[in-house]
Antibody, heavy 120, light 108 residues
Framework: QLQLQESGPGLVKPSETLSLSCTVS??????????WGWIRQPPGKGLEWIGS???????YYNPPLKRRVTISVDTSKNQLSLTLTSVTAADTAVYYC????????????WGQGTLVTVSS | EIVMTQSPATLSVSPGERATLSCRAS??????LAWYQQRPGQAPRLLVY???TRATGIPARFSGSGSGTEFTLTISSLQSEDFAVYYC??????????FGQGTKVEIK
């Protein structure tokens, strides 16, 4: 059974950089036909796609966040990572990693999510 | 950006009754539409993709329909575990996927 697990600091100061990792178990991140993405959800609000990456390193980002986001992949660790720079309170959210296929981009496996609060 | 609008924001339904949730796209997304269920404190769970294909393990009481700009998720007979928030997502506009704001299905 494929499992995804997010990890990282739960508190980040304004203007600093948010860094999260997602470890994939029960399957290889290098499997073709799948992308690995990040989605976030501010408390009490809806879902926002941040970006996705293929195991080769090809990444796509949501245009409004593109300037501040970097997603990378480490196939040796079966992990993907998220970096978001210059954070503000508006970046406070639960951050999820999830898998989607290259043929249809619905998200079929999700991590449990990790809450990141931006506050001084 | 394609804007996804869900209605109603909240739907009050009695157990055993039928629930009909709507999702409208600001421009055509063909059938590139998915539905998710999110229970409190949990990650979203994929219910339907391709507008009408149930995901693995999803009960038959969940059904999706529509194409273009108008979509519907129907829950034929609500069970206690179905009271949750439901989101639609379009994946036609690559790479700029968007979600609706959600419909909360609550016990009447």
């Amino acid at each position: 059974q494929l499992q995804l697990q997010e990890s990282g600091p739960g508190l980040v100061k304004p203007s600093e950089t948010l860094s999260l990792s997602c470890t994939v178990s029960g399957g290889s991140i290098s499997r073709s036909s799948y992308y690995w993405g990040w989605i976030r959800q501010p408390p009490g609000k809806g879902l926002e796609w941040i970006g996705s990456i293929y195991y080769t390193g090809t990444a796509y980002y949501n245009p409004p966040l593109k300037r501040r986001v970097t997603i990378s992949v480490d196939t040796s660790k079966n992990q993907l990572s998220l970096t978001l720079t210059s954070v503000t309170a508006a970046d406070t959210a639960v951050y999820y990693c999830a898998r989607h296929s290259t043929s249809g981009s619905h998200f079929d496996y999700w991590g449990q999510g990790t809450l990141v609060t931006v506050s001084s | 950006e394609i804007v996804m609008t869900q209605s109603p924001a909240t739907l009050s339904v009695s157990p055993g009754e039928r629930a009909t949730l709507s999702c409208r796209a600001s421009q055509s997304v063909s059938n590139n539409l998915a539905w998710y269920q999110q229970r409190p404190g949990q990650a979203p769970r994929l219910l339907v993709y391709g507008a009408s294909t149930r995901a693995t393990g999803i009960p038959a009481r969940f059904s999706g329909s529509g194409s273009g700009t108008e979509f519907t998720l129907t829950i034929s007979s609500l069970q206690s575990e179905d009271f949750a928030v439901y989101y639609c997502q379009q994946y036609n506009d690559w790479p700029s996927w968007t979600f609706g704001q959600g419909t909360k299905v609550e016990i009447k």
